[in-house]
């Protein structure tokens, strides 16, 4: 089975529950945000964290457990896995308590800041920025 990283943002208690199910399926589970991220595992009303954030801005899956678990209902896949549309939460928690609900949540333009200038006081701030961005 191919390897499939699933990035967990979820406390500790979750990432031992996650990678157990993980590797049922021959998938990996990490508490670190890479480019090599194909999926985010996410409870329906849980707390946007920096790596929910990266992923739905980089068009990464936010999965439930029920997409591990009908994922290992079957001994093999050929083709598509299970969608991940009908596993994802439904609603994020916000800083400030208020709830997303992420059907209603559409990707920004790419232009969005397009009509802004950024003024950098510090070489440090510009390379931590251009890390950021070309990462």
Not at 5 to 27: D, F, N, S, W
Not at 88 to 110: F, I
Request: proline share 7%; glycine share 4%.
């Amino acid at each position: 089975m191919p390897q499939v990283p699933i990035h967990i943002h979820a406390p500790k208690a979750q990432l031992a529950e996650v990678t157990a199910a993980a590797a049922r399926i021959g998938a990996s589970a990490t508490a670190e945000w890479s480019s090599t991220i194909t999926h985010c595992f996410a409870s329906n009303g849980a707390a946007v964290t920096p790596a929910v954030v990266a992923a739905m801005l980089s068009k990464v899956p936010l999965v439930q457990q029920s997409w591990l678990e009908a994922v290992a209902q079957k001994r093999a896949w050929e083709g598509q896995l299970p969608a991940e549309d009908s596993h994802a939460p439904r609603q994020l928690q916000l800083h400030n308590g208020t709830l997303l609900e992420l059907a209603s949540w559409h990707m920004p333009p790419q232009d969005l800041l397009s009509s802004y200038h950024f003024v950098m006081d510090s070489r440090q701030w510009v390379g931590a920025w251009a890390s950021c961005v070309h990462a």
